[in-house]
């Protein structure tokens, strides 16, 4: 049977496609864990990676392998945790968060000092991904935790909410309601509001909000970050709506473009941080979302760090 230290070492090449940075990752020499590789495959009798000039690709069975290995390391993981649990220094060492972009940065810009004074033993590894792969990547063992602008449906994760985000509104700093300290929605009637494109979570909110306030939702220009929306206000194409945490980290610092609050109905995105229930860290994690969202109060509408609904 493989070792832990050679499923290790497939997993890496599996997420880098390339030998040299696989070797690099797992701290050891290339021909090192070019031997351990092929020496897994002669045990188990079958090709594991594809290896050409040009790629390196992992056979079906490979992808199923590496897919059933970060399970076992995760377990495998869990046991090292169980083994220390009483340990007063147990929330130390690696934790890995899945984030997306739109949310990650932000969230953990906010929060990280507070975390370094708490957990001073404990060193947070973010990784971007697609938001529709990391529940798979979370229940696998790839990450530890998530950082999601809303709940994963999964009935093996727990979720917890840390913030309800306020979207402000965005807009030229030369417009009529700049001036305001906040804005009453009904003075957005009329004016051209872009928004994502259609199937990100706050797509849908800002396209309501429109029809009720009577604004224009824009449907020439659906922007794929929140920087392109940010920029197409500042070139003039019109206003947006963009989450508070964004709006203290790129948007304060402009000089062409204002964010102000809405004076009530904003609409709001629900931040969650998710970890397996099985996991052995569950109430450490529980600790973890707790400190966030006492971080994340004056950015949100709770910030209580109360179970997802």
């Known amino acids: 049977m493989p070792s832990i230290q050679q499923l290790r070492y497939l997993i890496a090449v599996a997420d880098t496609l390339n030998f040299s940075r696989a070797a690099e990752a797992c701290h050891v020499t290339q021909p090192t864990l070019s031997m351990q590789i092929k020496e897994m495959e002669d045990r188990l009798g079958i090709r594991l ?25 995760a377990e495998v993981e869990d046991i090292r945790t169980i083994a220390r649990q009483d340990d007063p220094k147990a929330l130390q060492g690696k934790l890995l968060f899945g984030v997306v972009q739109t ?28 938001a529709e792969n990391l529940p798979a990547k979370l229940a696998d063992g790839t990450y530890e935790v998530l950082l999601l602008p809303d709940r994963p449906r999964h009935h093996d994760f727990t979720s917890v909410t840390l913030l309800q985000e306020p979207l402000h509104v965005v807009l030229p700093s030369d417009h009529r309601l700049a001036a305001r300290e906040r804005i009453d929605p009904e003075d957005l009637a009329g004016e051209t509001i872009l928004t994502m494109e259609r199937g990100h979570r706050i797509h849908d909110p800002i396209a309501a909000f429109c029809e009720q306030v009577g604004a224009i939702h824009a449907r020439d220009y659906a922007g794929t970050t929140l920087d ?27 000089t062409l473009i204002v964010a102000r609050p809405l ?46 609904l």
Not at 49 to 67: D, K, N, S, W
């Open 49 to 73: 990676i594809e290896r050409t000039r040009a790629r390196v690709i992992l056979t079906p069975v490979g992808t199923e392998i590496v897919r059933r290995a970060r399970t076992v390391l």
């Open 103 to 130: 949310v990650g940065a932000y969230v953990l810009s906010v929060a990280m000092p507070t975390l370094k004074t708490a957990f001073p033993h404990l060193r947070v590894v973010i990784r971007e991904d697609r």
């Open 228 to 254: 392109t929306l940010r920029l197409m206000v500042t070139t003039g194409q019109g206003l947006t709506l963009l989450p508070a945490l964004y709006v203290r980290s790129d948007v304060l610092r402009e």
């Open 263 to 308: 004076s009530s109905g904003a609409p709001v995105r629900n931040l969650t941080m998710s970890w397996r229930s099985t996991s052995p860290k569950h109430e450490t994690y529980s600790v973890l979302a707790t400190t966030i969202a006492e971080c994340l109060v004056p950015w949100g509408l709770t910030g209580q760090g109360i179970p997802a």
